[in-house]
């Protein structure tokens, strides 16, 4: 059985810093593309950033890019977002998601799904 599950979110002031992890089971990690995803109350879900098999080519939403990063350790089987300069806006559910087929950006080409962290940024 697949598992996704995500952790690190919190209550953070503007401007701080998060660290989101995504902890995966049940699948062979490495042939994924990972992505996350989130939802802010009231709105769709949206990309965020992905990163590919190896590590080593990512994707941003440019709402973000320049503040987050993606990451991923292998042995781990885990993914990382390291989120900084935290704004107001960015308040949301975050998810992680595994992505078979390399179509990152896209919730609906996903394969697996994590329940989401909460991430709550107050100005």
């Known amino acids: 059985q697949v598992q996704l599950v995500e952790s690190g979110g919190g209550l953070v002031q503007a401007g701080g810093s998060l660290r989101l992890s995504c902890a995966a089971s049940?699948?062979?990690?490495?042939?994924?593309?990972m992505d996350w995803f989130r939802q802010a109350p009231g709105k769709e879900r949206e990309f965020v950033a992905a990163?590919?098999?190896?590590?080593?080519?990512?994707r941003y939403a440019d709402s973000v890019k320049d503040r987050f990063t993606i990451s991923r350790v292998n042995d781990k089987n885990t993914v990382y977002l390291q989120m900084n300069t935290l704004k107001p806006e960015d308040t949301a559910v975050y998810y992680c998601a595994a992505d078979s087929r390399g179509a990152s950006m896209t919730s609906s080409a996903m394969d697996y799904w994590g329940k989401g962290t909460l991430v709550t940024v107050s100005s």
């Open positions: 049940g699948l062979t990690f490495s042939s994924y593309v």
């Open positions: 990163i590919n098999r190896g590590g080593g080519s990512t």
